[in-house]
Structures are given as structure tokens and as C-alpha cells.
């Protein structure tokens, strides 16, 4: 990485070696650029102008998460912090950026004070566990929608209601292998995204070096045979 002045001579540019011809890479802001790269994976390539990366990066980071959500019944991205409740899993998918950020919110709400996700939508919430108190209305949308769960699973506890089964046991026998095969491509989409998320921020791995450049000019300058 390193800095140049434009042709008018305003603010210093971040730029990059690309290591397949030694050409200059704009990075622009290269904060920014990370940002994006995480929030939409490919997102702060194409800010650059590096639209063919871009367009690579966030199809196949996408695609390898929502395949992963499709394999795993949509019950893979979830996020808990509860001890002995620990979703290790999400530390990865997060790396996946804004397609993840549910799973937190929907965590909040449900162990907050409200007792339910937001709407009362089990879409990336947390599996529940035995003894765990949840809202009415929640109760009841799991009841008539959740095909492992009727309202026999809760317990009155006016004037919330108390799970006495264990949720993620229920997707682990539905869903089978799916499950963590599911886990895995969304984990590994979080995990490539933190590649991209660093060459949006510093350019290309393995940047040639002066040697390298110079050599690199030498062979274009020598005259074919």
C-alpha cells in the first residue's frame, strides 16, 4: 500500500500493486471500502472500481450463505450468548455481514425484556431451551406454525409462558446432517469474507515487490524474438 498525489496535486491517493501486471489500484478510503466489503460482501471492491472482483465476490460469498440457509432448513444463523448456550458458529457467519445481523437482533429481543423476537418471527432466533420464559404471542406462533412444537410445550406462567422442551434438539432430528452441512457453508462464507474485507482494506495478498516490478518492466521493454 502506499500513497500518490493526483495530477493536480490534491490529497494523497491509496494505492495498491496489483500482483498480476504491477499496476496501480486505487483503494480510495480504504476504511470505508472495509466497511462495505463487510456489510455486503463485494460491496467496497465495486466502490473501488474493482467491478469484476466485486461482482465474483458477492455472488459467490452470497451464494455460499444462502445455500447454507436453504440446506439447513433456515435454522443454521442463529446467535447465543447464554452460558453453557454459546453459538460459536456465529462468530464466523457475522463475518458475512448484514445477511447475519438479524440473528443478533433477534437474540436481544428474545432474552431482553420483551421475551420474543421482533414480531414475533422465529426467522434466525435462537432455539429455545428448557425452563425458558418467552411471551404469550410467541408461544402461540410457535404453537401453530413450528411443526415440532404445540401449546402442550409450554407451561402458563401468567403472564408469560414456559418452554419445557429443547428447541434445537427438534432441528437436529428434523433436519439431520442438513444441519451442520448448512452450519458449515454459512460459516465458511463469514470466514472467505474476512479475506475480501482485508484486500478491500490493503489490496491484493502477496503485492510484487520492487524487484519484481522492475523485472516485470524489463521483459515489456525487451523485444521479441
Not at 496501480?24 to 470505508?32: F, G, R, S, V, Y
Amino acid at each position: 500500500m502506499a500513497h500518490a498525489r493526483d495530477r493536480h496535486g490534491r490529497a494523497p491517493r491509496i494505492v495498491a500493486v496489483s500482483p498480476d501486471d504491477g499496476g496501480a489500484i486505487d483503494l480510495k478510503n480504504p476504511a470505508l471500502a472495509a466497511l462495505l466489503a463487510w456489510a455486503v460482501p463485494g460491496l467496497g471492491h465495486l466502490y473501488q472500481g474493482r467491478l469484476f472482483k466485486g461482482r465474483v465476490f458477492m455472488g459467490a460469498i452470497l451464494g455460499a450463505f444462502l445455500a447454507g440457509m436453504w440446506l439447513g432448513g433456515g435454522k443454521v444463523v442463529y446467535a447465543s450468548w447464554k452460558p453453557g448456550d454459546t453459538r460459536w458458529p456465529f462468530v464466523c457467519q457475522a463475518g458475512a455481514g448484514l445477511v447475519a445481523l438479524p440473528a443478533a437482533v433477534q437474540a436481544l429481543q428474545l432474552h431482553g425484556v420483551a421475551r420474543q423476537p421482533l414480531f414475533s418471527s422465529p426467522f434466525m432466533a435462537p432455539p429455545l431451551v428448557a425452563g425458558q420464559y418467552v411471551s404469550r404471542s410467541y408461544a402461540e406462533r410457535l404453537a401453530a406454525t413450528d411443526p415440532d412444537i404445540d401449546a402442550e410445550d409450554f407451561f402458563d406462567r401468567p403472564p408469560l409462558k414456559q418452554f419445557r422442551g429443547d428447541q434445537v434438539s427438534h432441528w437436529h432430528r428434523r433436519l439431520g446432517h442438513w444441519f451442520e452441512i448448512g452450519t458449515l457453508y454459512t460459516m465458511l462464507a463469514g470466514m472467505l469474507n474476512v479475506l475480501v474485507i482485508y484486500d478491500a482494506w490493503a489490496g491484493p495478498l502477496g503485492s510484487p515487490t520492487d524487484d519484481d516490478r522492475k523485472a516485470h518492466r524489463a521483459a515489456r521493454r525487451r523485444p521479441q524474438s
